[in-house]
């Protein structure tokens, strides 16, 4: 098998087999700690810019499904494509599963997604987790210091990735039931489909969509989907988001979301040393007095909600308190930094959704 | 708000038996840990002696005592505690508890129930009860039916179409259950499983052939909060005890909707029953669609969870215990990470592979194929960064003589690629051996599918590593040392519970300096080793802190105390093997030295490779290990020392066995040194079973010889267990109840001993002798027969041994204490000591016939039996009764009960136990073995008294296997206590006598009021049995 190459921007270099597609492909390097649920993952928008390690050591085993649909809503992926810039596992597998189409390295290589095996990703897992976040390259040849300081120039904290990650046409998906507008930042088809099947009709817009645009579809409530990248590049956003929440329709922000409608009321959001993701978070509802297990994807988090203002915490991470969600004091708003159609993960606040539908 | 309490009662399982093993050893532990943490008082009760619950280091108070109504209200009684905790013992314990709760007392005396409530665990182990209240909730169920008797039982296997899947209620090991294909195959079977549930009643289920079995773990606190903390996938289909099955986990062939649907539904379950703590929940998926059923639940403590804590490194017993006191889960802190908190769901970055261990080949008739019943012994788990790195190391562990996949005996063997097939069709243990030869011998990933119901995902991996193998694949060289932490690296983590990979470039942990130790544990469970050897090592590894800075423990048993990772500084879970012990001293620093007595047989074999490696060992050399281990050296140093042995010879030759059996007569005790399955230890009374037995020994050569030896009957069989610096000698000296020809594990042993003082002064002179030669450090243990006051040593073992726990708390000090001090800084005085013994001490084995369908029940020079019961008694008749008691099923029968008593050849015991039973029972007798004066029944109608639940209890002797198949076996089958020696009879027989026949008699005091006046001057007080 051809040797692949994983280069970190701190100057380690790891060596394994190449699979997928043999491109060169630079992203911030991050790990995810699910252990399965791997084509929901690779196809979910907010990973864009990103190479992913998979922590768990044989991923692929059940291999690549035939998409399915739901009135063009996706039930066994969050996108249509793989979202990842590369894969690192430690052992790949391949599928004998009823259900599979394809391989996980026949799937890859036909979007043109570079992985690589062979890897000790624990001990890439510890470095991140030391050493932060960083830059990475996988290519499936040496390369040489000139061409991997090209690929290094480029910065996650600066690419326009919600930009290649939203939809760039409207799209109405029908129906007879209340109206949503949905800002689609790189959404997960996890949420249209939780949201269709509460009977909503859905126009799903661009990220930039202005506020004024998104009111003339007579809403009768917001969505504010999860995506990729850094928030304060979408400081623009945020103004049409705040715009948007002057009017006290019915929101529901998740993940990027979430931080945008923080930002939108003045607070303040930070990048964390390497984030959460991984689908077994604990979080602690205020309010219901519960806790849940959930997924989390994000690099970027709200730590504290100042007291007096408009919202509320209403869900917090017990490990590290972070604000895991918000609750409008006398409006209706609900947010949530983790992902309530978890996909993948738990099914466990699947409720928001419902009690979002209560709201509308 | 939290209630809080003061003092809680902690019921554990009793004796190890197939179905209940060391695992509630290790619950039972966490949860007194959590209580100790709380400042809460706890008491425990549990007649295993081997345990290490059962220490004043693990509970304030101790009971060893039958797990019985009568005892534990009498415990209550007199400790006054405020709450009670049955969900730690296994089925034993919740049975208790289920008994307790009905009858009222613990709300009388205002002991709360602590856990989930008892209608809810009555709503889960009732198979009715449990589908009437799933198909109420939505939750899928196999289509089923349950019945109160065999008419009815039949209908409703009509109505389902077989194959059935038949199945009990309130068991433990899938007791009773079996999968049939026919009326024919299921109704005397309905006979043998109405026989056995508490309740009399059975599950007819339909039979979902070639399903995929898998088991979450759930925990709930009383908000309702739970979390999946493991989900297990079943290798074997269903149809399998899962107990029987290799399993992996975490899980690796769900996709994310199937796994998360089947979790929301397990924890579904566990809100329908209120748990209030931790349960598994098992389903059923097809392999060829989505549709899946719930099975069961237990919710309880189990070998699961037990496996689950291991597997993922969250403490789920602790964390129960906990969770009963009234914690939410997320105020719980997760111990591996310290930084977070026990509500996450832990995330693997390895994968483990458990593999049960069975011991088939030790017992006549049982039936070989792996069903619905559990007959494995014991266990391994094996941890590595791929499924096959995980199963290779497993197949190793195993101590079956194979290697890996791929190399070994099987690998090299004869069998062809229809001989393999047929093995996996016929669910022959350790289908995965198979399977690699078959690949070998060139069958597909199809065929073996056919044959073994195996998921294609994992056949497809031993296919791929079968096929490197034959291109000269080897594995690589890399060795690296990784740590468990809950969360896959993304925490650091505060616990060194670790493993080693070749698939892997850098260790996770720094090397150390200081003076070190490393212990090595026993591996998995056997006949012949079980918790008695985790007991030592534990405490070993407990003592050697003051000596050492550093401690830490290798052992690969998952059930165990000693894969605790919080009970040792490093838990190296991992293969207990010459190289990777070098590897790990490699990678550390300072002034290393490895422990290898507490792992039994395993330890002082491997202790010549190590010595090889030039590896230090702590206690004794391996010159002294390999003097005793080495049979003619070991005689030739009794020669010199004028020390009496019985006489033996080891030959090469059939010339050279009839010349010994002329020389010395019968009966001759052969022991083959290599034989195809189990270890075939037999006597020998005639040329015929001479004969035979020499036929049973596959290979005869010089490398293979039959060790024949004198077989002394009629004599008295005591050993000592030992600790000795090479000068003095501290020991405890055993008497067994039964004759010479019983394995010691099979006996019934006793302190103090009642030996003539003759025969006892020789033994401490031969205990010191040896040891003076040897001039060894470290615990061992030496067996004599005693003939005639002469007392002749059998052998001498230079390590731990299975009846150091009960020594050690016969007279309230624990040897492992007195090794560590012997080894590190001597035992401070010369000659032979036993410290006195001011109370008796009694330890029963317990066999585990009624799990082993089919297998005769009998005593012999093999050991047979899975665990042990013991207690303490201010006379020889208490401790006996309450030890014998403490053994499942045994109990004293109401008056005027049926005693059997027979024997083909009767001696004086048994004739004299029937004369004291009859003035209780109604002794009658079996036609071909009857005893006179007493009424001469058929053993049919012998078996039909034990249906009628009218007998009391059977005693025999000998072992007639064409004579009395049917009585025995109805015995065990039936729940009828059974007595297999004419001096056990006997000496049960007086003491019932002398306690008027009734339990009520017998006392229940804490362990440590019978070492009061231990202190006295002296030794060696004794008395006469009988």
């Known amino acids: ?360 | 708000m939290r209630k809080s309490y003061r003092k809680i009662l902690v019921i554990g399982s009793g004796p190890i038996k197939i179905g209940e093993a060391a695992e509630f050893d290790y619950s039972g532990s966490q949860a007194l840990k959590a209580l100790r943490e709380e400042g809460i008082k706890s008491v425990i009760m549990n007649p295993n002696v081997a345990t290490v619950q059962t220490t004043h280091t693990m509970a304030d108070r101790v009971y060893l005592l039958p797990l019985r109504r009568e005892f534990a209200e009498k415990v209550i009684l007199e400790e006054k505690p405020d709450g009670v905790m049955f969900g730690f013992g296994g089925q034993s314990a919740l049975n208790l508890g289920y008994d307790m709760y009905k009858s009222g007392f613990l709300k009388k005396h205002g002991v709360d129930i602590l856990g989930t409530h008892m209608e809810g665990i009555n709503d889960a182990l009732s198979r009715s009860a449990f589908h009437r209240l799933m198909e109420k909730r939505g939750i899928p169920v196999p289509p089923s039916g349950s019945a109160k008797n065999m008419k009815e039982a039949l209908r409703k296997a009509k109505e389902i179409g077989y194959p059935v899947m038949m199945r009990v209620s309130f068991n433990l090991g899938g007791r009773g259950s079996f999968v049939a294909g026919s009326e024919e195959k299921l109704a005397p079977e309905l006979d043998r499983a109405f026989a056995q549930s508490k309740v009399s009643e059975v599950l007819i289920e339909k039979y979902l052939d070639g399903w995929k079995e898998l088991e979450y773990e759930i925990v709930r606190d009383a908000d309702g909060n739970s979390a999946a903390v493991a989900c297990l996938e079943n290798l074997d289909p269903m149809g399998v005890h899962t107990g029987e099955s290799t399993v992996v986990a975490p899980q690796q062939t769900l996709d994310n909707q199937e796994y998360q649907e089947m979790r929301s539904v397990a924890i579904r379950v566990a809100e329908a029953i209120g748990l209030v703590g931790e349960c598994n929940v098992q389903f059923a998926l097809d392999m060829r669609s989505r549709q899946y059923y719930v099975i069961e639940t237990n919710p309880r403590m189990s070998r699961s969870s037990a496996l689950a804590s291991k597997v993922t490194g969250y403490p789920i017993a602790y964390v129960s215990a906990k969770i009963a006191l009234g914690y939410r889960i997320y105020e719980i802190r997760n111990s591996v990470s310290k930084a977070t908190n026990a509500f996450f769901e832990p995330s693997l970055d390895y994968i483990t592979v458990k593999v049960p261990r069975w011991d088939l080949g030790k017992f006549e008739r049982v039936d070989q194929g792996l069903s619905s019943e559990m007959k494995s012994i014991g266990e391994v788990m094996a941890i590595g960064r791929s499924f096959i790195e995980a199963l290779d190391k497993a197949v190793g562990m195993l101590d079956i003589g194979e290697q890996g996949l791929c190399s070994g005996r099987m690998w090299d063997s004869g069998i062809g690629r229809k001989e393999a097939l047929k093995a996996m069709r016929e669910r022959k243990p350790y289908w995965f051996l198979y399977a690699a030869k078959a690949f070998k011998e060139g069958a597909s990933v199809d065929d073996v599918w056919k044959a073994s119901k195996v998921d294609k995902f994992f056949l497809k991996q031993i296919f791929d590593r079968v096929k490197l193998a034959d291109q000269g694949w080897k594995k690589s060289g890399n060795f690296a040392i990784k740590r468990i932490d809950t969360l896959a690296g993304e925490a650091p983590a505060d616990a060194n519970y670790l493993y080693t990979t070749s698939e892997a470039i850098k260790s996770d942990i720094e090397p150390s300096e200081g003076k070190k130790l490393l212990i090595l544990g026993a591996g998995c469970f056997r006949i012949g080793v079980s918790v008695e050897f985790d007991y030592s090592a534990v405490n070993l590894a407990a003592y050697a802190k003051k000596h050492f800075s550093e401690v830490s423990m290798l052992n690969y048993n998952p059930e165990t105390v000693s894969t605790d990772w919080n009970v040792v500084d490093r838990l190296y879970f991992d293969s207990i093997a010459t190289q990777t012990v070098s590897s790990i001293l490699e990678k550390g620093r300072g002034d290393a030295q490895v422990a290898v007595f507490a792992a039994g047989q395993i330890g002082n074999s491997i202790s010549s490779g190590l010595a090889g490696a030039g590896v230090k060992l702590f206690g004794h050399s391996y010159a002294a290990i390999d003097a005793c281990e080495d049979r003619n050296r070991f005689s030739a140093m009794l020669e010199r020392l004028g020390v009496s042995q019985p006489e033996w010879a080891s030959a090469t030759s059939r010339k050279e066995i009839m010349r010994f059996a002329e020389s010395v007569g019968f009966p001759i005790l052969v022991r083959p040194s290599y034989v195809l399955s189990g270890s075939a230890m037999s006597i020998a009374n005639n040329l015929e079973e001479l004969e035979r037995c020499v036929r049973n020994a596959a290979r005869l050569s010089a490398k293979h010889p039959v060790i024949l030896s004198r077989y002394i009957g009629n004599s008295i069989e005591a050993e000592m267990d030992c600790v000795t610096d090479g000068k003095g000698v501290y020991g405890i000296t055993l008497q067994h109840v039964e004759e010479a020809g019983v394995h010691s594990g099979d006996s019934t042993m006793f302190t103090p001993n009642g030996l003539g003082k003759g025969a006892y002064s020789k033994m401490k002179g031969t205990a010191l002798a040896l040891s003076n030669e040897l001039g060894s450090k470290g615990p061992f243990n030496i067996q004599f027969v005693v003939e005639k006051e002469v007392p002749k040593v059998i052998e001498l073992n230079m390590r731990c041994s299975r009846s150091m726990p009960f020594s050690s708390k016969s007279v309230g000090k624990d040897i492992m204490n007195v090794a560590v001090d012997a080894i590190a800084s001597g035992l401070g005085r010369n000659g032979f000591y036993e410290p006195h013994h001011a109370s008796y001490a009694v330890k029963s084995p317990q066999f585990s016939w009624t799990q082993l369908r089919g297998a005769y029940p009998a005593l012999g020079p093999e050991m047979r039996s899975t665990g042990e019961s013991a207690a303490l008694g201010s006379s020889f008749d208490d401790a006996l009764l309450k030890s014998w008691i403490g053994v499942q099923p045994n109990f004293i029968a109401p008056k005027g009960s049926v005693a059997i008593l027979y024997s083909k050849n009767p001696g004086a015991e048994i004739i004299l136990a029937a004369e004291k039973l009859s003035k209780w029972f109604d002794v009658k007798t079996i036609s071909d073995g009857d005893l006179q004066p007493f009424e001469a029944i058929s053993q049919d109608r012998a078996v039909e008294l034990m249906r009628l639940h009218k007998v009391g209890i059977t005693v025999t002797e000998g072992s007639h296997i064409g004579f009395d198949y049917k009585v025995r076996r109805g015995s065990v089958d039936l729940n009828v206590p059974l007595v297999l020696n004419g001096r056990l009879g006997l000496a049960l027989a007086a003491a019932m006598e002398r306690k008027g026949f009734v339990t009520e008699s017998l006392e229940c005091l804490e362990m440590g009021r019978y070492w009061e006046g231990r202190q006295k001057a002296g030794s060696g007080n004794k008395r006469n049995i009988q």
Not at chain 1, 179 to 194: A, P, Q, S, T
Not at chain 1, 236 to 249: F, Q, R
């Open chain 1, 1 to 360: 098998m051809p040797k692949a190459h994983l280069y970190l921007k701190d100057g380690s270099e790891f060596v394994g087999d190449v699979f997928g597609a043999p491109a060169d492909a630079v992203g911030e390097l991050v790990f995810t700690t699910a252990m399965n649920g791997y084509n929901e993952s690779f196809t979910d928008p907010s990973y864009r810019g990103q190479i992913l390690v998979m922590t768990h050591p044989m991923v692929g085993n059940y291999g690549v499904p035939k998409p399915s649909y739901l009135k063009g809503i996706l039930r066994n992926f969050e996108s249509e494509k793989p979202t990842i810039e590369g894969l690192v596992v430690s052992t790949l597998t391949e599928d004998s599963k009823w259900n599979s189409a394809e391989n996980l390295d026949a799937w890859l290589e036909r979007h043109g997604v570079i992985g690589i095996q062979g890897v000790d990703t624990r001990e890439l897992t510890i470095r991140i987790r030391e050493h932060g976040s960083m830059n990475a390259v996988i290519s499936a040849r040496k390369l040489s210091m000139k061409r991997l300081n090209e690929l290094f120039s480029w910065e996650y904290g600066s690419a326009d990735l919600v930009g290649k990650a939203s939809t760039d046409r409207i799209i109405d998906y029908g129906g007879r039931g209340k109206r949503l507008v949905v800002f689609d930042y790189g959404l997960k088809h996890g949420i249209l489909e939780n949201l269709y099947s509460r009977g909503f009709h859905i126009i799903r817009v661009p990220a930039w969509t202005r506020a004024e645009a998104a009111l003339s579809y007579n809403p009768d409530g917001i969505v504010l989907t999860n995506g990729p990248g850094n928030p304060a590049l979408l400081g623009s956003n945020a103004k049409e988001v705040a715009a948007l929440l002057e009017y006290g329709l019915p929101t529901l922000g998740i993940c990027l979301g979430h931080q945008l409608v923080s930002m939108a009321l003045g607070m303040d959001v930070r990048k964390m040393k390497f984030g959460h993701r991984a689908i077994n978070k604990p979080v602690i509802d205020l309010k219901l007095k519960k806790a849940y297990i959930t997924t989390h994807n994000h690099g970027y988090a709200l730590y504290s909600v100042e007291s007096g203002s408009k919202v509320k915490a209403r869900f917090v991470s017990p490990d590290d308190g972070i604000v895991e969600g918000l609750e409008g004091t006398n409006r209706k708003l609900l947010t949530t930094q983790f992902h309530p159609e978890a996909r993948p993960g738990t099914n466990d606040a699947l409720f928001i959704f419902d009690e979002f539908a209560g709201m509308v």
